[in-house]
């Protein structure tokens, strides 16, 4: 009988034909001393991805676990791919990477697993990562976040909570320290974001030097392709997440950011002559007692002539200057 893995990789993949291959082979390029699982999840892609799956999984049936879907699980309902993956999941330790991303460092593995056995106060760790975009660049992802700077060796809840910095393929964490939330909270760490604030409130997320793994960023992707304010739409609700999953103990923080993604949805619909759009986020601010203390009357006052009478604010502006 075969030992029992120590690491569970869990994939996702959907139409990622010309990239999950790339992804199964940087999972089995890994040099480890001990077992591993890879659990790689197909939401009823519509191209290949699933062929390719069966492919390699009927070449490393020891390794490989596919779970290949006849009906898209993830429109039927948000985080139903993740509690199907995490029930499926045996090691010790979960490691994430989605199909279309790759890991790049054969002994990412190795080293996490040694970091997270060394560090028993640290329920995760992480690495840092590349960006790949469809020409061909890269971008150090740590450093493209923190304006140039990598993160000293721990990360705390008000790390994570003021910036989202930590690439998805780099993380790894104790599926023990995951059981321990509620099932409402499970739900929500679909989102990274939303895992790496709840594991931070079991303690310190640890940062293991080295670049192990690549995101692409492609159309379809991620949300960093989608339009710009989808992004803020899913930014905010992610803030209203992370507030339940912290019970608030950052809440200068995310109100502070929800300000600034309001304020910045709003100039946004402004400078492209769409200034009704900005209504909702105008709306949101006024409606919130946290958002309407941090900005000013006067600020409020012209962003409404701005949405409401666009005219009126021309006219206002030529004969101010």
Not at 234 to 263: W, Y
Request: net charge neutral; hydrophobic share 40%; aromatic share 8%.
């Amino acid at each position: 009988m075969a030992a029992a893995p120590v690491v569970s990789i869990l994939c996702t993949t959907y139409n990622h034909e010309a990239f999950i291959r790339e992804a199964l082979e940087g999972f089995l390029a890994q040099r480890t001393s001990f077992p591993f699982e890879v659990v790689v999840h197909d939401d009823a892609s519509k191209d290949r991805t699933a062929d390719i799956i069966r492919e390699v999984a009927a070449q490393h049936p020891d390794i490989i676990r596919p779970i290949l879907q006849t009906e898209n699980q993830y429109s039927q309902e948000r985080g139903r791919v993740t509690r199907i993956m995490r029930a499926a999941a045996r090691g010790e330790f979960i490691a994430l990477c989605e199909g279309d991303d790759q890991w790049i460092d054969p002994g990412k593995l190795q080293r996490q697993v040694d970091h997270l056995r060394a560090h028993p106060e640290q329920p995760l760790c992480f690495t840092n990562g590349y960006n790949a975009y469809p020409d061909g660049t890269r971008q150090d992802y740590l450093r493209s976040w923190l304006d140039g700077q990598v993160p000293g060796e721990v990360v705390g809840l008000r790390d994570i909570v003021t910036r989202n910095f930590i690439p998805t393929a780099s993380i790894m964490f104790r599926r023990t320290v995951l059981n321990t939330f509620s099932d409402e909270v499970q739900r929500l760490t679909a989102f990274d974001w939303l895992l790496l604030t709840a594991m931070a409130t079991r303690g310190p997320l640890g940062h293991v030097d080295g670049i192990t793994c690549v995101r692409r960023v492609h159309e379809g992707g991620s949300i960093s392709m989608k339009p710009f304010l989808e992004k803020i739409d899913v930014n905010l609700h992610l803030l209203d997440q992370v507030d339940l999953i912290s019970d608030r103990h950052c809440a200068d923080l995310t109100d502070a950011r929800r300000t600034e993604l309001c304020a910045t949805a709003i100039q946004h619909t402004i400078d492209r002559g769409t200034p009704r759009q900005g209504l909702p986020y105008l709306d949101r601010i006024r409606r919130t007692p946290a958002l309407r203390r941090t900005t000013s009357k006067r600020t409020m006052m012209r962003w409404w002539i701005q949405l409401n009478s666009p005219g009126l604010a021309r006219w206002i502006h030529r004969f101010r200057s």
